[in-house]
């Protein structure tokens, strides 16, 4: 769940992926939220982060992370991560234009339940470099998402 991907390659056995997941799953209701998140990373809590982090590892875009999800993006290797990921690239890529309009960003991120202003997806769009006009390259959606280092 780290976006520098630090975290991904340290856990290796399904114990310890469960170890890991209780101990970010703070409230102990069997997800891990945002809430529970900005507990454990407490002062350095970025919320763009912990955006990122759920983000990445909510596959089935209910907001929180399930003990499967967060075992498949943990277990499942660069190249499998990697698929995901550009499958997620092509869901939120409405027009098949290969580039993520500040639309697609915006419509994505409410899908997956998260409020976002016209200004902070105009920021995301900056921070994967490029500008509102030409859109956010499956590159820039990674380096948007933080975690360009675990794929």
């Not at 912990?50 to 990445?56: A, F, K, N």
């Not at 499942?76 to 990697?82: E, F, I, V």
Request: proline share 1%.
């Amino acid at each position: 769940m780290c976006p520098s991907g630090t975290a991904a390659t340290t856990a290796t056995s399904p114990a310890d992926f469960r170890q890991a997941f209780e101990v970010l799953d703070a409230d102990r209701d069997g997800k891990i939220s945002r809430d529970d998140l900005r507990n454990f990373y407490s002062a350095d809590a970025d919320e763009d982060a912990i955006g990122s982090m759920i983000l990445v590892a909510d596959l089935n875009r209910n907001g929180f992370v399930e003990y499967d999800e967060f075992e498949r993006v943990l277990s499942g290797g660069r190249r499998r991560s990697a698929g995901i990921m550009e499958e997620v690239f092509k869901a939120m890529d409405k027009d098949g234009d290969g580039r993520l309009s500040h639309a697609d960003l915006k419509s994505y991120m409410h899908l997956a339940g998260f409020s976002i202003t016209d200004e902070e997806v105009a920021a995301m769009i900056r921070f994967g470099g490029a500008d509102e006009a030409e859109g956010v390259s499956y590159d820039g959606l990674l380096k948007i998402l933080a975690v360009d280092n675990i794929f």
